[in-house]
């Protein structure tokens, strides 16, 4: 396998983007990431994409957003695992590279929420339909089950919840692509309407419209189209039981422990080397569970990381620098490439005010369905 | 849910029928071709009893369309003797009385429509063991 570096990154601001069509939004993020690497070709792109076909009425956009690019004839199609299908458009584009198919390949995210669809409906369709859906179960619900199941072992509480929210709204205030660019105080998510009890609405993440891209090429080839590379270290993919009643563990994301697992020996690193991480927060409970089972803090202690400001920018491990799904929205095909596009700039040290000093290693983790689904990769500056 | 696809599910979902593993004994709800636990294909029929405890569960106050007219209400993750778990609305009880480890029965009722003016939907709904 050859060694694989980003090279480019565009995307969007993140939010309710009214004036922006799914095929323009594509098309903003990825001519952004060629101008960024100043490329003129591409030779493959895969795109992200939850669902097209239910929120605007579109399959087949692989052919569709490549046109749109001025690129027709480029290999191109579409990846999807419901609101990881990012991440493995990612892991898609890197296989291509490192096996040595292709040199140049684009990996993109685009989500377009707000065109009429019902969200709930459509969101609902990563869950089991059969024996899921069938009983009036939303995905807001699915995490409260997982996060009642948290407190009744591990004794977290709605506060912790909170804190989460908390602290991704203060990384989120930092970056001028969110949705919610704004700090929300304790109060204030502990006041919000109920959803689905536990989780109230500022635990949740957003609807959103998106779209995110970046450019692959072999580390070898990385400096004819830019002077700060990131390499890609390793990529890990998991699945579990698609169904929540079937995990042994309740509280625990055995898709994310796995894919975590593969990532880190294929990197040949621990835990303890990530100096920050992007995790999938599309609820409050899902970044408690998810620095438990990448790993970033011990079993059963997720509860009180944000409270305590170990996870928050200046902690130990900072955890969503970008605002996190909570605060930067979760446009959720584009999401899984948006968290690499942190990483990256964090890494080339162009993050600003959210700017971890001197970071060099980190991950991003992407989870679809309620954790049914999980991709990780682990970056590195050069 | 389109007709086919519901009536197909008849099985399961009226008679709560399961297939146990005849290699690791593990029973799945509803039945599988491949046994999770083991990867057997070997099965007898069974049904699950019709009692059980609650896993976890949560209240909806938000809920899908055609459920909007319930909220808010309680959806749970329950465990027979089996040791099959299901995941079922919790009913005919205040929703905020739902607890880990509550006893309840499984009851045959509606769960939902169709559609408008389409079929009616049914299955099994938990209520407190002994309501």
New interface residues.
Partial sequence: MRDVAIVGVGMTRFGELWETSLRDLFVQAASDALHSARADHLDAVFIGNMSAGQFVGQEHIGPLLVDHLGMAGVAAGRVESACASGGLALRTAFVEVASGMSDLVMAAGVEKMTDGA?V??VL?TAAD??????????F??LY???A??HM?KHGTTEEDLSWVSVKNHRHGALNPKAQFPVEVTLEAVMRS???????RLLHCSPVSDGAAAVLLCPLDQAKQYTDRPVRIRASGLATG?M????RKD?AFLDAVQLSAQRAYKMAGLTPADMQLAEVHDCFAIAEICCIEALGLVAPGTGNSAARTGETALGGRIPVNTSGGLKAKGHPVGATGIAQAIELVEQLRGEAGARQVKGARIGLAQNMGGSGASSVVHIFEGV | MPSPRYWREVPSRFRLEAVRCRTCGKVSFPSRAICPGCRGTEFEKTALTREGKVVTSTVLYVAPNEFAMETPYAVAIVETPEGARLMVQLVDCEPDAVKPGLPVALEFRLVRQEGHGGILCYGHKAVPAGA
């Fill in positions: 019902d709930t409906d609902a339909q059969e024996l899921e859906a069938y009983h009036g179960i939303t807001p619900g409260a089950m997982i009642r199941a009744e309407s109920m959803v689905a009890d536990p989780l039981s169904a929540l009643a079937d309740i």
